[in-house]
């Protein structure tokens, strides 16, 4: 059976087959499909899941927006750890 | 929104019903009493119109359904077409006409998930409900085949009086086949369901039970398997935000090309729906008699109009509100703020104690 995943700083979060990130113009906001369902993204959430490239260690991504928003990089690490334990649950992010 | 607003975001969603024929016999299918034969089927070329103006309004998510969408041979066109404008694709199937060939060449178009429907866990039962010999067999193989194929897999669970006990199987069943969804779906008393409701109503106990199975199957598999709980809101305190708000999210396209804001809008004996074709699939969302005419609140009677709810369930149920007590404009009956809410609980616990378990299967109406 397969196993729940855990979001820690060493893990190397991509979005799964059957989820995509798409702009969707009418509304003008950026959302990620899945089967059946839809998640609007904030712009926050748009900046971590556009890192969710199968390459990028959670840590990485943590310093990453760290640098580019001059922000704590201890509070960036929980948000982005925060915010992709939601999505893993949900199954829309893979690691 | 109310009717001095009248703008309205295009659709998230768009049903296509591809057709109506099916080799199952579901007493409980959502498709019409009375309906059409195939040669009332649009063309391919027709459809890929259809697609081409759901892309063009910005209409995110496709789900191919029917009556069984395998059976056209010219899915994957559409597949395609609606892939290469950027639409999210969902099958919606029962199964049973696929192999791996074909689930192969839907996944190549681009196919992005597929939900598949069981009548059960138990082979001779679930072909009972099926009405169809050797169906539970085949969906078990195309289970397998999908995940073969890494092709995202929601299974359909419907569950009703007669099947209850299958769903804590049923939920195993999902896990053991790499499902990352599960939508346990109560039978709803629409067209086939409702003509079929005595041997399909659950018992308030069922149902409760059913709810602890679910709730508690929802914490074990977090972050592996996703549940979606549909309930027969007979028992409930409120209605259903039925389709998300009449016209506000979702349009249906049935297999001759009408356009409906659900898919039992059409048993509303007063209301005319346009096709596609004949006007412009934006033209008939944002202003067409069929989907302005419930959309918002200012169709509202009271006690819906001054109800704080009014926003969140819309009103519930327009077709079910028509259903049980004559009047689509009616508050939906299983609201408690409804003054019928008591004799729907009423009748539910009395079909579902007396019922008959004998079905009364799907058909064509004229000989199809």
């Given at each position: 059976?397969?196993?729940?995943?855990?979001?820690?700083?060493?893990?190397?979060?991509?979005?799964?087959?059957?989820?995509?990130?798409?702009?969707?113009?009418?509304?003008?906001?950026?959302?990620?499909?899945?089967?059946?369902?839809?998640?609007?993204?904030?712009?926050?959430?748009?900046?971590?899941?556009?890192?969710?490239?199968?390459?990028?260690?959670?840590?990485?991504?943590?310093?990453?927006?760290?640098?580019?928003?001059?922000?704590?990089?201890?509070?960036?690490?929980?948000?982005?750890?925060?915010?992709?334990?939601?999505?893993?649950?949900?199954?829309?992010?893979?690691? | 929104?109310?009717?001095?607003?009248?703008?309205?975001?295009?659709?998230?969603?768009?049903?296509?019903?591809?057709?109506?024929?099916?080799?199952?016999?579901?007493?409980?299918?959502?498709?019409?009493?009375?309906?059409?034969?195939?040669?009332?089927?649009?063309?391919?070329?027709?459809?890929?119109?259809?697609?081409?103006?759901?892309?063009?309004?910005?209409?995110?998510?496709?789900?191919?359904?029917?009556?069984?969408?395998?059976?056209?041979?010219?899915?994957?066109?559409?597949?395609?077409?609606?892939?290469?404008?950027?639409?999210?694709?969902?099958?919606?199937?029962?199964?049973?006409?696929?192999?791996?060939?074909?689930?192969?060449?839907?996944?190549?178009?681009?196919?992005?998930?597929?939900?598949?429907?069981?009548?059960?866990?138990?082979?001779?039962?679930?072909?009972?409900?099926?009405?169809?010999?050797?169906?539970?067999?085949?969906?078990?193989?195309?289970?397998?085949?999908?995940?073969?194929?890494?092709?995202?897999?929601?299974?359909?669970?419907?569950?009703?009086?007669?099947?209850?006990?299958?769903?804590?199987?049923?939920?195993?069943?999902?896990?053991?086949?790499?499902?990352?969804?599960?939508?346990?779906?109560?039978?709803?008393?629409?067209?086939?369901?409702?003509?079929?409701?005595?041997?399909?109503?659950?018992?308030?106990?069922?149902?409760?039970?059913?709810?602890?199975?679910?709730?508690?199957?929802?914490?074990?598999?977090?972050?592996?398997?996703?549940?979606?709980?549909?309930?027969?809101?007979?028992?409930?305190?409120y209605p259903?935000s039925?389709?998300?708000?009449?016209?506000?999210?979702?349009?249906?396209?049935?297999?001759?090309?009408?356009?409906?804001?659900?898919?039992?809008?059409?048993?509303?004996?007063?209301?005319?729906?346009?096709?596609?074709?004949?006007?412009?699939?934006?033209?008939?969302?944002?202003?067409?008699?069929?989907?302005?005419?419930?959309?918002?609140?200012?169709?509202?009677?009271?006690?819906?109009?001054?109800?704080?709810r009014?926003?969140i369930d819309w009103g519930g149920?327009?077709?079910?509100?028509?259903?049980?007590?004559?009047?689509?404009?009616?508050?939906?009956?299983?609201?408690?703020?409804?003054?019928?809410?008591?004799?729907?609980?009423?009748?539910?616990?009395?079909?579902?104690?007396?019922?008959?378990?004998?079905?009364?299967?799907?058909?064509?109406?004229?000989?199809?």
């Amino acid at each position: 059976m397969a196993a729940a995943v855990t979001i820690g700083e060493a893990s190397v979060p991509h979005l799964p087959r059957g989820v995509r990130l798409k702009f969707d113009k009418p509304r003008d906001q950026w959302v990620l499909l899945a089967p059946e369902r839809m998640f609007v993204l904030d712009d926050i959430a748009l900046e971590i899941v556009k890192c969710c490239d199968g390459k990028a260690s959670v840590a990485a991504i943590a310093d990453d927006l760290s640098a580019r928003f001059e922000a704590p990089r201890d509070t960036v690490a929980k948000d982005v750890i925060i915010l992709l334990q939601d999505f893993a649950d949900k199954g829309v992010v893979a690691a | 929104m109310n009717a001095a607003s009248p703008h309205i975001d295009p659709p998230l969603a768009m049903l296509a019903e591809l057709t109506y024929r099916c080799p199952l016999r579901c007493p409980y299918c959502s498709n019409p009493l009375e309906m059409t034969a195939a040669s009332g089927d649009m063309d391919t070329g027709q459809w890929l119109g259809v697609i081409e103006e759901a892309a063009d309004m910005g209409v995110l998510q496709i789900h191919f359904s029917g009556g069984e969408p395998t059976v056209r041979q010219d899915l994957e066109d559409m597949v395609g077409r609606a892939e290469v404008l950027g639409i999210y694709t969902n099958l919606i199937t029962s199964g049973v006409l696929i192999d791996q060939a074909r689930l192969e060449g839907l996944a190549d178009r681009g196919l992005q998930h597929i939900q598949l429907s069981f009548q059960g866990t138990e082979e001779a039962g679930a072909d009972r409900i099926g009405g169809f010999r050797g169906g539970h067999r085949k969906k078990l193989e195309t289970a397998r085949l999908a995940g073969e194929i890494g092709l995202p897999l929601t299974i359909n669970a419907v569950m009703h009086r007669q099947n209850m006990d299958d769903l804590e199987s049923m939920i195993q069943m999902a896990v053991d086949f790499g499902a990352k969804r599960l939508e346990v779906a109560h039978v709803q008393y629409y067209g086939w369901g409702l003509r079929n409701r005595a041997a399909l109503v659950p018992t308030r106990e069922q149902l409760e039970h059913a709810t602890e199975i679910v709730e508690a199957a929802r914490e074990r598999l977090k972050g592996i398997l996703v549940f979606d709980y549909v309930v027969p809101d007979y028992y409930a305190r409120y209605p259903k935000s039925c389709m998300g708000g009449w016209g506000r999210q979702f349009l249906n396209v049935t297999p001759s090309g009408r356009v409906m804001p659900c898919h039992a809008a059409e048993t509303i004996p007063d209301m005319t729906f346009d096709s596609v074709g004949e006007r412009p699939l934006l033209d008939i969302w944002e202003q067409s008699e069929a989907f302005t005419r419930f959309r918002g609140t200012g169709w509202m009677p009271e006690p819906c109009r001054s109800c704080d709810r009014r926003e969140i369930d819309w009103g519930g149920c327009r077709c079910q509100a028509l259903a049980l007590t004559g009047n689509a404009a009616a508050t939906d009956p299983v609201c408690e703020k409804s003054p019928e809410h008591e004799r729907i609980a009423a009748l539910a616990a009395a079909e579902a104690a007396a019922g008959t378990d004998e079905f009364e299967y799907r058909r064509f109406g004229q000989g199809g």
